[in-house]
């Protein structure tokens, strides 16, 4: 595995021992990246929350476009070991912090994120699950931008959310996902 673009691209990526995680595969993390780049423009700037983190990839390759911090989140040790690792080797402890504990045990957040990346495991829910709580926690408001890895035979459908796209890339499905916008007030009668 390596970063695809940016600052650090070409440069190798620890990934975490045994088959407790499933890192996402470098073809896919550049479609995502794609998909996302053609979004957003540029990830300057962005505050990124990598929850389901594994090797820490997905927010690794944000910050080496231009991110301005990375929450990772991961519940387990051997992942957070690779993390860790690869926070070092690229010494983004600067822009970069971590939390060691499972997704759905989150705290509400100080401020929103500009994007949210989830990679959970595959035929679990726990994407729209973690969608639904983080909502409620104030990690999302309407600007925020998510991306959802499932299994290629999973598609999303998440109560307050639009899909913006849906792609399957190998055994995978890539979707991004917006906040569904608050209800516009009714018409004043008055300006009728």
Same mark, same amino acid.
């Given at each position: 595995m ?5 600052? /650090?691209?070409?440069r190798? *990526?620890?990934?975490?021992? #045994?088959?407790a ?16 780049? !053609?979004?957003? @423009? !540029? ?7 990598? &929850?389901?983190? #594994?090797? #820490?990839?997905l927010? &690794?390759?944000? *910050?080496?476009? @231009?991110?301005?911090h990375?929450h ?12 860790? !690792?690869?926070?070092s ?27 949210? $990346? ?5 035929? =679990? @829910?726990?994407?729209?699950v973690?969608?639904?709580? $983080?909502?409620? &926690?104030? /990690?999302?408001?309407?600007? =925020? /931008?998510?991306? *959802? ?10 109560? #307050?959310? &639009?899909?913006?796209t ?7 499905? $890539? ?13 004043d009668?008055? *300006?009728?």
């Open positions: 390596r970063i695809i673009a940016g600052d /650090w691209r070409g190798k *990526l620890v990934a975490p021992k #045994g088959d995680t499933r890192p996402t595969a470098d073809r896919t993390r550049e479609t995502l990246f794609s998909m996302l780049t !053609s979004r957003l @423009g !540029s990830f300057e700037d962005l505050r990124v929350a990598d &929850l389901f983190a #594994g090797s #820490g990839a927010g &690794l390759e944000a *910050l080496s476009r @231009g991110a301005a990375c990772f989140v991961e519940q387990d040790r051997t992942a957070l070991d690779a993390i860790r !690792s690869n926070i080797t690229f010494d983004a402890r600067a822009r970069a912090t971590m939390e060691a504990t499972s997704v759905m045990t989150l705290r509400p957040a100080r401020e929103p994120y500009d994007l949210l $990346l989830l990679d959970p495991p595959y035929h =679990t @829910g726990a994407g729209e973690a969608l639904d709580r $983080l909502q409620r &926690l104030g /990690w999302i408001e309407d600007g =925020t /931008w998510i991306a *959802l890895e499932t299994a290629f035979n999973e598609e999303p459908e998440i109560k #307050g959310f &639009l899909i913006d849906s792609r399957k890339v190998g055994k995978g499905r $890539l979707t991004l996902l917006t906040r569904e916008p608050a209800a516009t007030c009714a018409s009668p008055a *300006l009728d």
